[in-house]
């Protein structure tokens, strides 16, 4: 799907995402459960951010590729950078990724 901004999102089968219709405020928020791999429309001034749905962590980033795994039934989160930069945010602590890194995470080991 193409979101307003003209990202792009692909969800895996049974996963689900909520997002405003047209990004108005200063930021880009949506919300997924379960998988979704975004390729984010670059915009420094307006980052977006992901939240991921019951599992208390959210992923910042302005523009770049990048895939958030967050089943219900998996004890980890994994988030993978394919491109540009993020910020992992979770119980207060932040985590920065480059392209090609993963960050395995549960709510206990996010630095």
Request: proline content about 4%; charged content about 20%; aromatic content about 6%.
């Given at each position: 799907?193409?979101?307003?901004?003209?990202?792009?999102?692909?969800?895996?089968?049974?996963?689900?995402?909520?997002?405003?219709?047209?990004?108005?405020s200063?930021?880009?928020?949506?919300?997924?459960m379960?998988?979704?791999?975004?390729?984010?429309?670059?915009?420094?001034?307006?980052?977006?951010?992901?939240?991921?749905?019951d599992?208390?962590?959210?992923?910042?980033?302005?523009?770049?590729?990048?895939?958030?795994?967050?089943?219900?039934?998996?004890?980890?989160?994994k988030?993978?950078?394919?491109?540009?930069?993020?910020?992992?945010?979770?119980?207060?602590?932040?985590?920065?990724?480059?392209?090609?890194?993963?960050a395995p995470?549960?709510?206990?080991?996010?630095?």
């Amino acid at each position: 799907m193409v979101l307003a901004d003209g990202s792009k999102v692909w969800l895996s089968p049974l996963s689900a995402i909520h997002f405003s219709i047209a990004f108005t405020s200063n930021q880009r928020v949506a919300d997924v459960m379960d998988e979704a791999c975004f390729e984010v429309a670059k915009n420094a001034a307006k980052p977006i951010k992901v939240n991921v749905k019951d599992k208390g962590m959210m992923v910042e980033v302005s523009g770049t590729h990048f895939n958030i795994n967050a089943y219900n039934n998996e004890a980890a989160m994994k988030t993978t950078l394919l491109e540009g930069s993020g910020k992992i945010v979770a119980d207060g602590k932040t985590s920065f990724l480059k392209p090609g890194q993963q960050a395995p995470s549960t709510r206990s080991n996010i630095r």
